[in-house]
């Protein structure tokens, strides 16, 4: 006989974390067509998203 114990818990949260990285990268790829930027760094990206623009002259 052979003994095989499976972790149904642990199968199930790997395949959660997998959900959650696909939908990350949909989220990452949705954002990067709504707002393009030629910067090649994240956390420099991130900045420029959420710095405030100067209006623009009427």
């Known amino acids: 006989m052979s003994d095989k114990v499976v972790d149904i818990s642990s199968r199930r949260d790997d395949a ?11 989220m990452k790829d949705r954002f990067e067509k709504a707002m393009p930027t030629e910067e090649t ?17 009427r």
Do not use: V
């Open 16 to 26: 959660r974390h997998k959900r959650k990285e696909q939908r990350m990268d949909q």
């Open 41 to 57: 760094d994240p956390k420099k990206k991130l900045l420029n998203i959420f710095t405030k623009k100067k209006p623009k002259k």
